[in-house]
C-alpha cells in the first residue's frame, strides 16, 4: 500500500511537472494566435501578365478596399456631427482620398481577379460603433480622430514595406499612391489636435527587443554642427525637391485608367 | 533527524522547481509593458516632445544616406551614358542635398551628434560602383541605391507613425516624399532586378 502511494505522489508529480512546462508555450502568452494570423497572409503567389502575385500584394489590395469601406462613412459622420472645423476638413480629406483610393483598388483588383469584401470588417466595424456611441462632440472629436489615426499609422509602414517588395506593376503604383494618401490623412488627422500621440507610440511598440540607435545626447554637452553633405564637383541638375508641406501632400494623380499605358498593359488583348 | 533533513531537502527543491516553472508564466503578464519600457529606457525630453533612440536612428540614417548617395550621383553622371540613369542621379542630388539640410538643422536643435563619412557598408557600395565595368555600371548603381532606399522606406514608415517628437515627425514626412521619388526614378531607369529585391538578396 505504501509503495502505490508512492507511485501515485510520483505519477502525479510527472503530471505536473509536464503540465507546467507545457502551459506557457500553449495557452499563457496572449493572443499568439491572433499575431500569428496577423504576421502572414496566406496562400500562394500566381503568376499575372503584370508579374507575380503574392500573398502580401494582395492583402495590401484588400486592404486598401477595406480603409475604403469604413472610412467613408467614418468621414461622412464626421460631416454631420462635428462642428470642429479641422475635424471637418479632415473628414474631406478622407471622403476624396478614399474615393480615389477604392477606385484604384477596385480596377486593379479586376485585373488580377482579386476577389474584394463588400462590408468593413468586425474591427473596422466596432470602431464605427465606437464613433456612434460618443456623447458630446468634443468626445466624438477625439474618438473620431484617435481611432481614424491609429489606423492609418498601421497601415503606412506596410504599404511601404510592399511598395518596397512587390514585383506585380500593378500592386507598386497602388502602394505608391497609397503611401501618399494615407501620409496625407496622417498629417491632416494629426492637424486637428486631438491626437494623443503617446498612445500611439506605445500601441506601436512590440516585441522586447531595445530599440537600436545612437544614445541620447549628453545633457550640456552641445555638439558641434556638422557640415552640409554638398556635391564636391558642380554637376548641372535640374529637377526639384519634394518634401511638401503638412497637409498639402499631393493627391492629383492620373487616372487609373491612364496608368495602363505604363503599367505594361500588352499592346494586343 | 537524517530523515526529516532529506524530506527538508527535498521539499526546497521542490519549491524551487514549482518556483522555475512558474516564473516564466507569471512575466508573461509583464510582457506587454516590455517593448514600453526599452523604449522608454533611451528616451529623453526636448520641447518638442520625446526623442526615442528609434527617433535618433532615423536622423543619422537620413544624414548618412546624403553622405554616400551624393558621392555616388555624382560619378553616375560622369560615367553613365543612359539618360535614364543621369536623370535618376539628378533627383538623387537635389533630394538629398535638400534633405541634408533638414536633417543638419532637425539634428542642432536636439542635438544630436552626426557622423561626417559614411558607414563601411555605403564605402563598400561605392567601391562596388566604381569597381564595375562600364557595361555593368548602370545596373550595379541603381541595383545598390534602389535596395538602400527600399529598406529604409518601411522604417521612415514606422518612426512616422510613431514618433512622439514634432521636428522628427517632420523629417520623416519629408523623407518620405524624398525617398517614393528616388525608388520611383531609380526603377525608371529599367535597371532593376525585382526578383533580387523581394528575395532580399541586394
Do not use: C
Not at chain 1, 483588383?109 to 458630446?136: F, H, I, R, S, Y
Not at chain 1, 500592386?171 to 491626437?195: C, F, K, M, P, Y
Not at chain 2, 521542490?14 to 516564473?23: D, E, I, Q, S
Amino acid at each position: 500500500m505504501r509503495r502505490s502511494k508512492g507511485s501515485v505522489l510520483v505519477a502525479v508529480a510527472i503530471v505536473g511537472t509536464v503540465s507546467a512546462v507545457a502551459y506557457p508555450v500553449f495557452y499563457s502568452y496572449p493572443n499568439r494566435n491572433a499575431a500569428a494570423a496577423a504576421a502572414v497572409p496566406t496562400g500562394d503567389t500566381v503568376t499575372t501578365q503584370w508579374g507575380p502575385l503574392t500573398p502580401m500584394d494582395r492583402d495590401l489590395i484588400i486592404r486598401v478596399r477595406l480603409a475604403g469601406l469604413w472610412e467613408l462613412p467614418a468621414g461622412q459622420q464626421a460631416l454631420e456631427r462635428s462642428g470642429s472645423k479641422s475635424v471637418r476638413e479632415a473628414a474631406d480629406h478622407l471622403i476624396k482620398g478614399h474615393t480615389d483610393l477604392d477606385k484604384r483598388s477596385r480596377i486593379i483588383a479586376a485585373k488580377l481577379g482579386v476577389e474584394l469584401p463588400n462590408q468593413p470588417n468586425a474591427q473596422q466595424q466596432g470602431w464605427l460603433d465606437e464613433m456612434t456611441a460618443a456623447k458630446t462632440e468634443a468626445e466624438y472629436n477625439k474618438t473620431w480622430a484617435n481611432l481614424l489615426r491609429a489606423a492609418h499609422g498601421k497601415i503606412f509602414p506596410a504599404i511601404a514595406a510592399v511598395r518596397n517588395n512587390t514585383r506585380n506593376t500593378l500592386v507598386r503604383q497602388l502602394a505608391s499612391d497609397a503611401n501618399q494618401t494615407v501620409l496625407d490623412h496622417i498629417t491632416i488627422l494629426e492637424g486637428t489636435g486631438e491626437i494623443d500621440f503617446a498612445q500611439i507610440a506605445d500601441g506601436s511598440v512590440s516585441g522586447t527587443a531595445s530599440p537600436t540607435g545612437p544614445p541620447p545626447p549628453v545633457p550640456g554637452q552641445i555638439v558641434q554642427p556638422a557640415p552640409a553633405a554638398e556635391p564636391s564637383t558642380n554637376p548641372d541638375v535640374r529637377s526639384k525637391p519634394s518634401p511638401t508641406t503638412p497637409g498639402l501632400v499631393p493627391t492629383g494623380r492620373p487616372d487609373p485608367e491612364e496608368l495602363n499605358k505604363d503599367q505594361g498593359e500588352p499592346a494586343i488583348q | 533527524m537524517r530523515r526529516i533533513n532529506g524530506s527538508v531537502i527535498a521539499s526546497l527543491a521542490l519549491v524551487v522547481t514549482v518556483g522555475a516553472l512558474a516564473f516564466p508564466v507569471w512575466s508573461y503578464a509583464d510582457r506587454s509593458g516590455t517593448a514600453q519600457a526599452n523604449m522608454a529606457a533611451g528616451t529623453v525630453s526636448t520641447q518638442w516632445g520625446p526623442l526615442t533612440a528609434a527617433d535618433r536612428d532615423l536622423i543619422i540614417r537620413v544624414r548618412l544616406a546624403g553622405l554616400w548617395e551624393l558621392p555616388a550621383a555624382e560619378q553616375a553622371m560622369q560615367r553613365s551614358k543612359s539618360a535614364k540613369v543621369k536623370e535618376a542621379a539628378d533627383h538623387l542630388i537635389v533630394g538629398h542635398k535638400d534633405l541634408d539640410q533638414r536633417v543638419r538643422a532637425v539634428a542642432e536643435q536636439l542635438n544630436v551628434e552626426l557622423p561626417n563619412q559614411p558607414n563601411a557598408q555605403q564605402q563598400g557600395f561605392l567601391q562596388q560602383m566604381s569597381n564595375a565595368t562600364d557595361d555593368q555600371y548602370d545596373r550595379v548603381w541603381a541595383n545598390l541605391l534602389r535596395s538602400a532606399h527600399g529598406k529604409i522606406f518601411p522604417a521612415i514608415g514606422t518612426v512616422r507613425n510613431m514618433t512622439e517628437n514634432t521636428l522628427v515627425r517632420q523629417l520623416a514626412s519629408d523623407t518620405n516624399q524624398t525617398v517614393l521619388d528616388h525608388i520611383t526614378m531609380l526603377e525608371k531607369t529599367g535597371q532593376v532586378d525585382f526578383d533580387a529585391i523581394a528575395n532580399g538578396t541586394i
